[in-house]
């Protein structure tokens, strides 16, 4: 199993940043995709922005052009940086990894979630 500790979370203003850091540890021999999700409430959970170990990246309409995610393979980290909030933005920001265990296989991983509070 993977283990994703979310960090960054928060409220802000409309028009403010944030930083979401995502840190895996757990044994497993590399991971193939990491990025975000995010659920607002009442709502299904969305994909926000994904990235490969090579650093290709696919992101939701609705974040394009406002949000970045990066990866650190070094520290099996992921990062999203998030400008020009919106209130539309608020919701749990949850990361994911699909990676390759050294006991379950291929498997996918999610965090405990980091709330993000766009509101003035």
């Known amino acids: 199993q993977v283990q994703l500790v979310e960090s960054g979370g928060g409220l802000v203003q409309p028009g403010g940043s944030l930083r979401l850091s995502c840190a895996a540890s757990g044994s497993f021999f590399g991971i193939y995709l990491m990025g975000w999700y995010r659920q607002a409430p009442g709502k299904e959970r969305e994909l926000v922005a994904i990235?490969?170990?090579?650093?290709?990246?696919r992101y939701a309409d609705s974040v394009k052009g406002r949000f970045t995610i990066s990866r650190d393979n070094a520290k099996n980290t992921v990062y999203l940086q998030m400008v020009s909030l919106k209130p539309e933005d608020t919701a749990v920001y949850y990361c994911?990894?699909?990676?390759?265990?050294?006991?379950?296989?291929?498997?996918?991983?999610w965090g405990q979630g980091t709330q993000v509070t766009v509101s003035s």
């Open positions: 990235i490969t170990t090579d650093g290709s990246t």
């Open positions: 994911y990894a699909d990676a390759l265990t050294v006991v379950a296989g291929r498997r996918n991983d």
